[in-house]
Each structure stands twice: as C-alpha cells, then as structure tokens.
C-alpha cells in the first residue's frame, strides 16, 4: 500500500495544521526555497520548505495545489519560528494539507520514509507480479489458453477473453463490453499492440495476440498492465504450440488418406458401405476419418449432415474410385455422384447399375424408353412402333422423369439409360 499524508504524518511525528486531504498517496519527496518551485514537479508530491522565499501564501498554495502537489511540509525554528496564519488559511481554503516540520526533524528523514514506503511498494507490486506469472504459466501448461484466461479473470477480478483473428469468442470468462468496434479498429490499423479505455466505471484493455487473435479485460479497479502482458505472452506461445500441433495432425491426417488411394490398409475407416464426401463451404468435419487434401475437407462415412458433394457406395478398397467420384460431384455441383450426367457409364458393375437405375420403371416404361431411345428420341415413330398414340408416349416419358427424378433432355442420362436397358 502506498504511503499516505496523515500516515507519514504519525511515522515521522510531525504536527499536522490542516488535516485536509491527508489519505492522498505521496509518490514523492521533494524540498525546495524557490517562491514557485511547480516547473521541477510532476505532481504527487510533498513539498518540504523553510518558507525562506514563500511570499505571498495564496499564490504560492493555489500554485502548488495546481502542480499536484498532495502535501506542503512546512519547516520551522529556522526562517520562520512557527507556520504562518496566512499560509494555514491559504492551505485550508484550497484543501491542501500543511504539515509542521520542526527543527528536530530533518528534512532527510521524511525523504527516507517515504523512500522506503515507494521501495516497499515496488517490491509487492514486483512480487504480486511474479507470483501472477508463476500462477498463469501453471495455468498455461495445465489447462492450455482456456486456463490462462480463467486465472487472468481470477488476478485481476474481472473479466478476460481470448478472441480469434475475427474477433469471435474463443474462450470468456467473467463479462466484458461488446468489443467488435475495438477488433475493427486495432485490425484496421495493423500497428498497434494493444488499446486501454474507459467503460463507465470499468477499465477495459486489449492486447493483439499477433496474427492468432486479441486478449481483453475488464474490471472495476486499475488493471495491472505487467499481469497483462504476462497472460498476453503465455497465450501468444499457447497458440503458437497449437498451431504447430495442429499442422502436424494435417499432416497425419493427409498421410493416412493419400496411404488409402494407394491401397494400404489403414485404421479408423468406416466398416462396410460408405462414401467419400468433399465438403462445401468450409463446412466443419463430422466425427470420424476427414483429412485436409489439396485444399479440400474429404469425409469417409455412411452419411454427413453438412454441405457436401459425395461418391456413389464404396468401401475400403474402392476409396480412390469414391474420391474421383466424389471430386467429380462437386464440379458438377451435384449432391451425390449418381446425380452427375452420364455417371452410370462409369459404374464398375453395369448390371447392379442398371438395377438401381430402372428399379422404379415398370416393363411398360421400360419398353417405352427403349423404343424411343433406338428412335432417336422422337415420339412419333415410336408410337408407331408401339403401336399407341404419340400422347402417350410422351405422357409416359414424362412418368419417367418423375420416377428418375432427371430429364430426360440430358444427353447424359440417356446414355446411361440405353447402357442399362442393355445390359
């Protein structure tokens, strides 16, 4: 705790004549015979005098209570025998407290006790800091970045958060005032380390964590900005490590799928039936076996719940079949790979495709399909080969479509039509 007036007051036993303003802090000690001594002050000090060239009280007091002078101390049995009146009335009127220091009471001792009060304070603030750092690196290594940010809210009872590179929570702890316009701002500006402001009665700080993201605080009392700047560090190497780590499980990852293309056994794939998914949209990966290849998130999985283009069913071994599939898919900006015009053409086993794709047509769509098709796709004559009105030909190619659910305009289904009823 810093030392303040009325407590110097009673250690050195000096007589205190206005007691106004005696809980102000003295950061310093300074004495002086000059009759305006405020261009050497910085404010926060008790100013000691003889009063050699005080001249007149009111401005010499009005000076120093606008220089921030917290204290006057005023010496006596040398020039002067007592404190003057007039200097006690000046004192009193502009709430400045006046000291009587006397002649037994050298200057010097008062220097001392204040230096050893600041000394003092140095050394808890120096020890408070360093216990905070040993407390956040146990956090750090413990419990991660989540843990540096529990125990930074803890050190300086308020709130704390780590923000992404957007902006976007990551982890909060305690409440903090919406900072979007500050993220804009320090983003903007690409110099900056940090900000502090004003927040009501709350001091808010944020410190930019590189191109990892942005730490920020805030609470109702002085933030300690070395406490700060420790967490501040800690979560920069955090985050740092952690994207390291994550690198290198891309890797893996990659490794592991590229091992698959070339037929090597690998564990973790799905049993059975499944598909290979490329994701769309920077969708998140699902739970399971994903890898990060050539820019793109593939999935192996019976099904995803994300925006995704997929292969037709493989299983293991038919992995690099599923994945052109699949690219294939995404071009073509279709969901599945059975949707991709002309798809069947590719199909390993023509006649399980034929099944799948003639399942919903009964003998007579068949039938119908077929002729029209051997007709180049002209209603007309194949009524005639049919023997039925060309309406209804066209009504039944138009059954066909919404069982296929595909027109039959596309060149691509055609030829996967004539392949199956041909196979």
Known sequence: MALTVGALAREVGLTVHVDAGLDRDVAWVHSTELADPTPFLEGGELLLTTG??????????????????????????????????????????????????????????????????????????????????????????????????????????????????????????????????HVRRLAASGGPAGAAWQEGERQVAMQVLGRLGYLAVAADRALDAGVVNVAASLLTVALARSDEVERVWRDLREARFRLLLAGAPVDGVPEGEFRVFVLRGGAEPPPGFWAEVDGRVVVLAREVDVPAAASSPVDVRSVARGYRE??????????????????????????????????????????????????????????????????????????????????????????????????
Do not use: M
């Not at 010496?75 to 000046?90: K, Y």
């Not at 956040?136 to 803890?154: D, F, H, I, K, M």
């Not at 077929?370 to 180049?376: E, K, Q, T």
């Open 52 to 181: 050699i060239a005080l001249g007149p009280p009111d401005g010499y007091v009005r000076r120093l209570v606008a220089a921030g002078v917290v204290g006057l101390g005023f010496g006596t049995g040398l020039s002067h025998e007592r404190v003057p009146d007039g200097l006690t009335r000046a004192a009193r009127e502009a709430g400045l407290a006046l000291l009587e220091v006397p002649k037994a009471t050298p200057f010097i001792a008062i220097t001392k006790a204040v230096s050893r009060a600041v000394a003092a304070d140095e050394y808890a603030a120096l020890a408070s800091t360093s216990e905070a750092q040993r407390a956040l690196t146990r956090a750090a290594v413990g419990e991660g970045p989540l843990g540096v940010v529990r125990r930074l809210a803890r050190l300086i009872d308020g709130g704390a958060a780590l923000l992404d590179p957007h902006g976007s929570p990551v982890h909060v702890v305690g409440s903090l005032p919406d900072l979007a316009d």
């Open 326 to 423: 699949a690219l294939r898919a995404f071009e073509e900006g279709v969901a599945t790979f059975e949707e991709v015009a002309g798809a069947g053409l590719l199909a390993p086993d023509a006649a399980e495709f034929a099944a799948v794709l003639l399942a919903p047509l009964d003998d007579v769509l068949r039938e119908t399909v077929r002729v029209w098709l051997s007709c180049h796709g002209q209603a007309d004559p194949a009524a005639a080969r049919l023997g039925v009105h060309r309406h209804t030909v066209r009504n039944r190619l138009g059954r066909v479509e919404e069982l296929l659910g595909r027109s039959l305009e596309s060149a691509g289904l055609r030829a996967e039509l004539w392949l199956a009823l041909h196979a």
